[in-house]
């Protein structure tokens, strides 16, 4: 497989994935796996299955097995899942407190799920654009749809210059990714 340089964008996102892949187990749902960009190799993690990988979307296309809406998945589906990848996605969720209990609900028992998004990026639509998060409301999202050992964690950053409150103008780096680990309880 092509890599991508550890400190690009999608570099430190794989890097993540690639960190947290063991989790997965053997039977895996990820979120949001249509390829936008025809050949879009730097967004692909199916070689990380250990068994089973299964793809949904909310439009048909390339790398999608099923077309579904996170806010409302198949009921047959509960319990299925050794665990859940949710990359770059819960940014174009309408309502991610309703989105993350679903994703808990198809997890089995012990199960994980890895989820990265932003922080800081330019707004795109994929088909729109809601949210950004920090980790503490990563954090907070995770637990309140029932995973535990929850953890979180920022990479990257982005120079802004700006008048803080007209005390005058002050550098900051802003966090660029938000990472997250969750557990279904046992």
């Known amino acids: 497989m092509k890599r991508l340089p550890p400190e690009s964008v999608r570099g430190r ?6 960190r947290h892949a063991g989790k997965l187990g053997d039977d895996v749902l990820e979120v949001g796996s249509r390829m936008v960009v025809p050949n879009a190799w730097w967004i692909v993690n199916r070689d990380l299955a250990q068994g089973k990988w299964t793809g949904i979307d909310m439009i048909d296309g390339d790398g999608v097995d099923q077309v579904a809406d996170i806010h409302a998945l198949p009921e047959d589906w509960a319990r299925r899942f050794s665990g859940v990848l949710c990359s ?8 991610p407190w309703v989105a993350l209990p679903k994703l808990r609900e198809v997890t089995r028992p012990g199960g994980w799920i890895v989820v990265t998004t932003l922080t800081s990026f330019p707004i795109h639509g994929f088909p729109d654009d809601y949210w950004r998060f920090t980790p ?7 637990e309140d749809a029932g995973f535990e050992d929850v953890e979180t964690d920022n990479a990257g950053g982005i120079r802004i210059e700006l008048d803080d409150h007209g005390g005058g103008m002050c550098k900051r780096t802003l966090p660029l990714h938000v990472f997250g680990v969750g557990r279904r309880p046992v």
Do not use: K
């Not at 503490?136 to 995770?142: F, I, K």
């Open 13 to 18: 996102i794989r890097g993540y994935i690639e």
């Open 88 to 95: 770059e996605v819960l940014e174009h969720v309408e309502r």
């Open 136 to 142: 503490s409301g990563l954090r907070l999202l995770l």
